[in-house]
């Protein structure tokens, strides 16, 4: 997990409990202070480490993104010879038995390499204001990254052969790195699933659909260009998604608002078995 100068105390600690109160125990919480925080934020981390040796302060003297924190955290956990990879956000909750349902299923379906599930979605008040649900199979997760990223980052859990093997997140980028790494690995022959469990909570601002700014909508319009090539998915109808993407992420907030209730109808409704 990454924590940020702007990111809420309240919402971090929230985060931080969720994993440590899981039904399944047996692991190391690493949490990247990615340049300096507020004091509050720095209380409440230094609380949790106190309370818990399972957690681990790893600190940026300056921010360097996402994709570089996770590279870092993957190259330190290299000396414990780990299983898997367990992705979390600072602002979102894990329900508690999510490490124990997709550890579970790993070891019970070796081939899969890059487990996701389904998510609430959660305002700020903790309230339920929607759900997000990915389709399943790895055909449909393939088949649908040329034109979306077709996992939820926050809860997805990598197998470490995976960064064993050589691969890593771009960190050259600030955002949509999930997006190039799984076109990457699916590129490369890893084997995806996602669950339909519901096993996070996903916060949902009130400026969720203005965040993107151009820097993310061109990053997401390049990872499209970047999917069809690799995966080799030709066709008209990925060109002319991709291009549509880019410039529906460039209209008013509502507009966007109104087409994001409209894809999480159309995945609930396509994107199941």
Same mark, same amino acid.
């Given at each position: 997990m990454a924590v940020y100068q702007?990111?809420?105390? $309240?919402?971090?600690?929230?985060?931080?409990?969720?994993? @440590? =109160?899981?039904?399944?125990?047996?692991?190391?919480?690493?949490?990247?202070?990615? /340049?300096?925080?507020?004091?509050?934020? =720095?209380?409440? @981390?230094s609380k949790a480490a106190e309370s818990d040796e399972r957690v681990v302060i790893a600190q940026n003297s300056h921010n360097i993104g996402l994709a570089s924190s996770m590279n870092s955290v993957i190259d330190f956990a290299m000396q414990f010879n780990p299983s898997f990879l367990v992705r979390m956000d600072?602002?979102?909750?894990?329900?508690?038995?999510?490490?124990?349902?997709?550890? =579970?299923?790993?070891k019970k379906h070796s081939n899969i390499a890059i487990l996701g599930s389904a998510l609430t979605e959660i305002n700020e008040s903790g309230d339920k204001v929607g759900a997000r649900v990915m389709p399943a199979s790895h055909r449909q997760i393939v088949r649908i990254l040329p034109r979306r990223c077709s996992?939820?980052?926050?809860?997805?859990?990598?197998?470490?052969?995976?960064?064993?093997? /050589?691969?890593?997140?771009d960190g050259e980028l600030r955002n949509t790195q999930d997006y190039f790494l799984w076109i990457t690995l699916a590129s490369k022959g890893y084997i995806f699933r996602n669950l339909k469990d519901r096993l996070l909570k996903f916060r949902r601002v009130n400026n969720f659909y203005k965040r993107r700014g151009l820097s993310k909508s061109l990053n997401e319009f390049k990872a499209r260009l970047y999917a069809i090539t690799k995966l080799r998915q030709f066709s008209p109808y990925n060109f002319l998604y991709a291009c549509g993407v880019l410039s529906l992420r460039l209209?008013?907030? $509502?507009?966007? $608002?109104?087409?994001?209730k409209l894809d999480r109808h159309l995945l609930e409704r396509f994107g199941k078995h």
């Open positions: 702007a990111d809420n105390a $309240k919402w971090i600690s929230e985060a931080v409990d969720s994993i @440590l =109160t899981q039904t399944y125990t047996d692991f190391l919480f690493v949490i990247v202070v990615d /340049g300096p925080v507020p004091q509050l934020i =720095t209380d409440a @981390l600072a602002d979102d909750i894990s329900e508690d038995h999510r490490l124990l349902r997709q550890i =579970t299923y790993l996992l939820n980052h926050p809860t997805v859990v990598i197998r470490f052969n995976v960064f064993t093997d /050589g691969h890593r997140y209209m008013p907030g $509502k507009v966007v $608002k109104l087409a994001y």
